[in-house]
């Protein structure tokens, strides 16, 4: 049986609802892990201890019938923790491969830096290629692979900073934030008697996010808005307190982010507004300010809000 864009929009709602069992508000922040999935993308959330970014990538998980693994990263984890290694095997005489965490289709790296920058690396080729190499022998990840990382804020002890590599292989960068009065009430309600997560289901399987995914690939996009994707991506290389601007791998990114969310907002071809919703998520953790820019206290959300208004809005689609 077909399937078309009402049934990725039901699948979607049932998922989110099902996260939302767990996680109280953040409807915003579930939407966007939601266009990040669509779209075969890695997620990176950061913000304070203790405000839910592991308890949401578990919620997610035990919403998805996929295989999850979670490693906690800390100064002492090595590059083979993550990529797997090697042993030697006495009875047989021969090397066997142990995998890794990263041997998954759902990966949560929680508290990413906290690690070093040598066991960050080890992520690199498989969120850009899927699949990785131990001893000169590659072997291949399963569909789907995506990686949600959680970090703490760099201004914190025991923090090392993501490499610019490495971020830009993060489709997302988002926070969750406090919650609000009525919401923090929820939360002693909700949590004060019962463990909501124990009880959590899966309501999609890997074909269903696989089917997502396909899909999403194949949402139109005219040739104004591929033009309006690129000069904004020219204007912040331009732009005069950014040292390093985003780079095409950022662009594509920004165009399957787009393509998702016209998805799931039941649309078949992508309009300026799926574009600018993610203009940030998805940019905003790849700018390189200057030296200057920054005593000025000069951040990426401001020169991105200024790109937006500066590149006219395609009226032809």
């Known amino acids: 049986m077909s ?25 915003t922040t579930i939407r966007l892990i939601m266009i990040a999935l669509t779209a075969g993308g890695h997620l990176l959330i950061e913000d304070v201890p203790g405000i839910g970014k592991t308890t949401m990538v578990r ?10 693994s979670r490693i906690q990263f800390t100064p002492d984890v090595m590059p083979s923790d993550v990529t797997g290694y090697n042993i030697f095997n ?4 021969e090397f066997e491969f142990r995998p890794g965490a990263i041997m998954t289709q759902i990966l949560l790296a929680d508290e990413i830096n906290r690690t070093s920058p040598k066991t960050q690396s080890a992520l690199l080729e498989a969120m850009q290629e899927n699949q990785v190499t131990v001893d000169r022998r590659t072997y291949h990840l399963p569909r789907p692979f ?3 990382a959680t970090q703490n804020p760099i201004e914190q002890q025991g923090t090392y900073i993501l490499p610019e590599a490495q971020l830009d292989r993060f489709m ?9 009065f009525e919401e923090e009430i929820n939360i002693l309600d909700r949590f004060s008697e019962d463990e909501p997560m124990e009880t959590l289901q899966p309501v999609a399987s890997a074909e269903d996010v696989i089917w997502l995914q396909e899909t999403a690939r194949k949402i ?3 040739e104004p808005i591929k033009q309006y994707i690129s000069h904004l991506a020219q204007k912040t290389r331009s732009h005069r307190d950014v040292e390093l601007g985003i780079s095409p791998r950022a662009t594509l990114m920004l165009l399957q ?6 998805l799931l907002e039941g649309r078949g071809f992508v309009v300026p507004d799926d574009v600018q919703q993610l203009f940030q998520p ?9 030296a200057e820019g920054r005593v000025q206290g000069i951040d990426s959300a401001q020169i991105l809000e200024v790109v937006l208004r500066q590149v006219p809005v395609p009226t032809r689609q």
């Open 3 to 27: 399937r078309n864009v009402e049934d990725a929009i039901v699948l979607c709602r049932s998922i989110e609802q099902n996260i939302g069992r767990v996680i109280v508000g953040k409807e």
């Open 59 to 68: 919620a997610l998980a035990r919403s998805l019938d996929l295989q999850f």
């Open 90 to 93: 006495p009875t047989t005489g």
């Open 146 to 148: 995506i990686v949600l």
């Open 172 to 180: 997302m960068q988002i926070t969750l934030g406090y919650p609000s």
């Open 220 to 222: 139109y996009v005219s």
């Open 257 to 262: 982010a787009a393509k998702a969310r016209a």
């Open 282 to 290: 998805v940019l905003q953790h790849r700018l390189l300010i200057r």
